[in-house]
Nanobody
Framework: QVQLVESGGGLVQPGGSLRLSCVAS????????MAWYRQAPGNQRELVAA???????NYAGSVKGRFTISRDNAKNTVFLQMNSLKPEDTAVYYC?????????WGQGTQVTVSS
């Protein structure tokens, strides 16, 4: 089992920055990759960024160059640094982890970009 707890969401003006954190606990050695997803009202949940066990990363085209996913293995934490935020980035952001046999989700954290 893996538990995920997100933090760092909030209200920010367009052009601003936020850093999301996701602390993982449980069977950490079984995690193959972690990711951030987001879901805006009326939309499907979409992949924002992912990072593998060995540090490979992947980004949605809409956030490439603005968002950075990283991990601190010593703290069992994955980060999402979000810069140059736009109103269309407004969504609930979810942390995600996958093992060979299971997937896990955090509870989500709200990010609102508005003036």
């Amino acid at each position: 089992q893996v538990q995920l707890v997100e933090s760092g969401g909030g209200l920010v003006q367009p052009g601003g920055s936020l850093r999301l954190s996701c602390v993982a606990s449980g069977s950490l050695s079984s995690i193959e990759a972690m990711a951030w997803y987001r879901q805006a009202p009326g939309n499907q949940r979409e992949l924002v960024a992912a990072i593998t066990r060995v540090g490979g990363t992947n980004y949605a085209g809409s956030v490439k160059g603005r968002f950075t996913i990283s991990r601190d293995n010593a703290k069992n934490t994955v980060f999402l640094q979000m810069n140059s935020l736009k109103p269309e980035d407004t969504a609930v952001y979810y942390c995600f982890a996958t093992t060979r046999i299971n997937t896990y989700w955090g509870q989500g954290t709200q990010v609102t970009v508005s003036s």
